[in-house]
């Protein structure tokens, strides 16, 4: 029998901005009471720091730097039990989701010294009972030996809609044809950088969610779930 304390199961799920990912993720942890890994994130919360230091994103090492020392730390709500990200202590959340934010996170993310600090920080997540990861490079690079990868789609016009929904929910102002060129601009970056580019790893499931709803992709990783681990 596989000792789980030793080797704790671990779930990925990458794929590009919008495509449901984080949300699929949080279910799927939820209901296999695992441990989660919002990767992009630590992504934001970096170029977040950068940004509050007036580091230009291309100064690689200064940007490196940031990565990997920044007091960056996740934490339930006192109230709610929801998800929080502190940078230096201070509740930076929202602040996270700001396209601003995600534009800096891309940028930085380009650069191998920030992916190498990164690193160990995202494998420390990797804890009893398992772990649920989503971000860009969870099954190619962070944890290549994950018994179960999905690579999430869904075409850029479906996620910029997905996206101006999100930001009108919270209250944020948005627009349709400027979301869908940052996803696109976005797009381009993540998959054709050197480092790491985003691509699904070989043995990944590949779900395109372009019809289905949350609950439907939910239900499918599950199912893949129950047969692998
Ligand atoms: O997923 P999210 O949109 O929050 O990620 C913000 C940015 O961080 C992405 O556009 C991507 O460039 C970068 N990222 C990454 N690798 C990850 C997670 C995020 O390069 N594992």
Redesign the pocket.
């Known amino acids: 029998m596989v000792d789980i304390t030793d080797n704790p199961p671990v779930i990925t799920i ?1 794929g ?3 495509s449901g ?2 949300t699929v993720a949080r279910q799927v942890a939820e209901q296999l009471g695992f441990r989660l890994l ?7 919360a970096v ?1 977040l720091a950068s940004l509050n230091t007036r580091t230009s994103s291309e100064d690689a090492f200064a940007v490196a730097q940031i990565a990997l020392t920044a007091p960056i730390d996740f934490v339930a709500h006192p109230e709610t039990g929801d998800a929080c990200v502190l940078l230096g202590g201070q509740d930076v959340t929202l602040d ?1 989701r700001r396209e601003e934010v ?1 534009e800096q ?6 650069h191998v010294g920030v ?1 190498d600090a ?1 690193l160990a920080r ?1 494998r420390r997540w990797c804890q009893p009972p398992g772990l649920v990861a ?5 099954g190619t690079v ?1 944890f290549p030996d994950a018994e179960l990868k999905i690579f999430l789609t869904a075409s850029a016009e479906i996620r910029a809609k997905r996206r101006h929904k999100q930001l009108i929910e919270k209250g944020m102002s948005a627009n349709i044809g400027s979301l869908l060129a940052d996803i696109q601009k ?1 797009d381009d ?2 998959y054709n ?1 050197p480092v ?1 580019p ?1 691509k699904a790893a070989e043995d990944a499931v590949c779900v395109d969610s372009s019809q289905l709803d949350i609950n439907q992709v939910v239900t499918k990783v599950l199912d893949l779930a129950d047969n692998r681990l």
Do not use: E, N
Not at 38 to 44: F, H, I, V, W
Not at 105 to 110: L, V
């Open positions: 990458d590009p901005s919008g990912k984080g919002d990767s992009g994130s630590l992504y934001r170029a996270l995600g996170a891309s940028k930085i993310a380009t992916r990164l995202q989503d971000g860009r490079d969870m962070v976005r970056r993540d950088r790491a985003l």
